[in-house]
């Protein structure tokens, strides 16, 4: 099996690597029908870093104060990809003076020279229409005072992409790199001239796509909110990019947007931000009410489950829950064991999260990342709700497909004159222990107090059966589990009441106040937010009740309330 998957890999990459030489060959074009305006958000603080020789991608950090890009050792795979995929020209062009403009300008006319005729490691179809999308954007920062025979150059590398794209983009991998493939080659049939002959194409191929990966309710095989964002930013980029060009984008294209808006729109907290499940993470900055914006439409919220998530708010509060079973199969390479976790945000204030994604840290933190123990649910102790395949444990890279993952998984969502309810559960201990994880929330109507009750128990006769065999093994001193809830590192957290309860003050000025029934064991004890961007992971604690399940169910109960709420005066506006 993986001897044939290398193979196949190779297979790939030397068919890439063909076409993009043969691409070489064609006629190239020779100007702008049209030019897309700018719609890509970047950082002007990564911006800055680059001007000044910080080089940071994939959780590496380089410096390097003179020469090319292009030169930098590579520390890892993602590092050349990220590089490769020329998105810092949208930092650089947040930055937009001439320090930027000549890094950007000499940075891509390099890439030219060293790679123009089809060599190197950006030849594939995602990165390659990823840069394509960057290089039209970005064209009048990047040819402002350069030379005719420099211009000329230019065109010709974007012809012999599009070229490349337009007979490769079907090998991208299906989801998030096909569209930005597809998207790309959009852009491009678009933008250049003699190069229009692809626009049709193209666009039928990213509606078919629409079709294929984008399901009934708006979301992805993935269940990444931040993956599905970037697809439902890449499909509103080709549906303004055809309007402006005088074309109509078609229905299915357009029907994809108005489903994925509701979506996304359920998987936003209070704060703007995205829900941290699968692999993703909160979003760029901007992003999301930038393709909001830019999709129209009228303003809907996804109501039930929306990708699997269930959302609860109320007041300054959002609560999004991971309440449908976890991806499989290759769309599960990047998923978690996040089965029945939550998120919650106050107002401006994430106050509950999941740890993350840890790939850009190393295979040890993306393993870790990836664990039941990593979010804030319940994890019976040295186990996870779903497993890795073999093949991740072999690597021990933490990569590799989710396996053993709960089968039966339910949520019931009700709203009264009370406020909101969620009744939630999933089968993913069965196999090991016998055990079924239900967890019960209750939002009041002013947002102000979250009830819930965790239960891990035994519910048929066969699981009783093989919890009684797993008790033998322990020895009957029951079956060990942890109820977790990680805070935001920005939570300043302490024990209160003689330990019988935690306080946790946001920089809005809210208290919050945690307190659980006394059936488990409480403590504060240190976490980590793992952010992408960062160097490092972020210190940051966890509240921790734990217990053991002897009877054939455990049951704990727990409150978050607030103690004390914003002052109405004053706007939480301070990071």
């Given at each position: 099996?993986?001897?044939?998957?290398?193979?196949?890999?190779?297979?790939?990459?030397?068919?890439?690597?063909?076409?993009?030489?043969?691409?070489?060959?064609?006629?190239?074009?020779?100007?702008?029908?049209?030019?897309?305006?700018?719609?890509?958000?970047?950082?002007?603080?990564?911006?800055?870093?680059?001007?000044?020789?910080?080089?940071?991608?994939?959780?590496?950090?380089?410096?390097?104060?003179?020469?090319?890009?292009?030169?930098?050792?590579?520390?890892?795979?993602?590092?050349?990809?990220?590089?490769?995929?020329?998105?810092?020209?949208?930092?650089?062009?947040?930055?937009?003076?001439?320090?930027?403009?000549?890094?950007?300008?000499?940075?891509?006319?390099?890439?030219?020279?060293?790679?123009?005729?089809?060599?190197?490691?950006?030849?594939?179809?995602?990165?390659?229409?990823?840069?394509?999308?960057?290089?039209?954007?970005?064209?009048?920062?990047?040819?402002?005072?350069?030379?005719?025979?420099?211009?000329?150059?230019?065109?010709?590398?974007?012809?012999?992409?599009?070229?490349?794209?337009?007979?490769?983009?079907?090998?991208?991998?299906?989801?998030?790199?096909?569209?930005?493939?597809?998207?790309?080659?959009?852009?491009?049939?678009?933008?250049?001239?003699?190069?229009?002959?692809?626009?049709?194409?193209?666009?039928?191929?990213?509606?078919?796509?629409?079709?294929?990966?984008?399901?009934?309710?708006?979301?992805?095989?993935?269940?990444?909110?931040?993956?599905?964002?970037?697809?439902?930013?890449?499909?509103?980029?080709?549906?303004?990019?055809?309007?402006?060009?005088?074309?109509?984008?078609?229905?299915?294209?357009?029907e994809a947007i108005d489903r994925v808006a509701p979506t996304l729109r359920a998987l936003r907290h209070a704060d703007g931000g995205l829900a941290r499940f699968h692999g993703g993470g909160r979003g760029l900055e901007g992003r999301l009410e930038q393709a909001l914006a830019a999709a129209g439409g009228r303003a809907l919220t996804a109501h039930g489950l929306a990708m699997g998530y269930a959302r609860l708010a109320a007041g300054r509060t959002t609560i999004i829950v991971d309440a449908a079973q976890p991806p499989t199969g290759k769309a599960s390479a990047n998923a978690h064991a996040s089965t029945l976790a939550l998120e919650l945000t106050s107002g401006r204030r994430p106050l509950l999260v999941n740890c993350g994604s840890g790939a850009s840290f190393g295979p040890d933190w993306r393993r870790a990342g990836r664990a039941t123990a990593s979010h804030s649910t319940l994890a019976v102790q040295g186990y996870s709700s779903s497993r890795l395949s073999a093949t991740g444990f072999i690597l021990g890279n933490g990569r590799g497909e989710l396996a053993d993952a709960p089968d039966q998984v339910w949520a019931q969502p009700e709203t009264d004159a009370n406020g909101q309810r969620l009744m939630t559960g999933h089968n993913g201990y069965v196999p090991t222990h016998g055990l079924t994880h239900i967890r019960e929330l209750s939002l009041t109507l002013d947002g102000r107090a979250l009830t819930g009750q965790d239960t891990l128990g035994a519910m048929t006769v066969a699981d009783r059966r093989r919890f009684e065999t797993i008790m033998a093994r322990y020895k009957h001193q029951g079956v060990a589990f942890d109820l977790r809830f990680h805070l935001h590192p920005d939570v300043d957290a302490t024990l209160d009441l003689g330990g019988s309860a935690v306080s946790m003050a946001l920089k809005s000025g809210e208290i919050w106040v945690f307190r659980h029934d006394g059936t488990a064991e409480l403590d504060l004890v240190p976490s980590v937010y793992l952010e992408s961007g960062r160097l490092k992971p972020r210190a940051t604690r966890q509240i921790v009740l734990s217990a053991r399940v002897v009877e054939y169910a455990c049951q704990l109960g727990w409150t978050l309330a607030k103690a004390q709420d914003t002052p109405a005066a004053i706007r939480d506006t301070d990071d």
């Open positions: 099996m993986a001897r044939s998957a290398t193979a196949a890999r190779l297979s790939v990459g030397f068919a890439d690597r063909f076409h993009a030489r043969l691409a070489a060959l064609a006629r190239p074009a020779t100007g702008f029908v049209s030019q897309p305006e700018p719609k890509s958000i970047g950082s002007f603080a990564r911006g800055r870093q680059l001007t000044g020789g910080n080089f940071l991608f994939a959780g590496f950090l380089i410096e390097s104060k003179s020469g090319s890009i292009w030169d930098l050792p590579i520390p890892d795979p993602r590092f050349e990809e990220a590089i490769q995929g020329c998105a810092w020209l949208d930092d650089l062009a947040s930055v937009a003076d001439a320090p930027a403009r000549q890094r950007a300008q000499d940075w891509v006319f390099d890439w030219i020279r060293r790679h123009g005729l089809g060599s190197g490691p950006g030849w594939t179809p995602d990165l390659t229409g990823r840069r394509l999308i960057r290089w039209i954007n970005h064209a009048i920062m990047l040819l402002n005072g350069r030379s005719r025979a420099e211009s000329d150059a230019y065109f010709r590398c974007l012809g012999r992409q599009t070229i490349f794209l337009s007979r490769r983009w079907s090998a991208a991998a299906p989801g998030l790199p096909r569209f930005e493939a597809l998207t790309g080659l959009v852009y491009a049939g678009l933008a250049l001239t003699g190069m229009e002959r692809h626009v049709i194409p193209a666009s039928e191929a990213l509606a078919a796509e629409c079709a294929r990966e984008i399901d009934a309710e708006g979301g992805i095989p993935t269940r990444n909110p931040e993956e599905l964002l970037e697809v439902f930013t890449l499909l509103t980029w080709a549906a303004m990019a055809l309007r402006e060009a005088g074309r109509a984008p078609l229905r299915t294209h357009l």
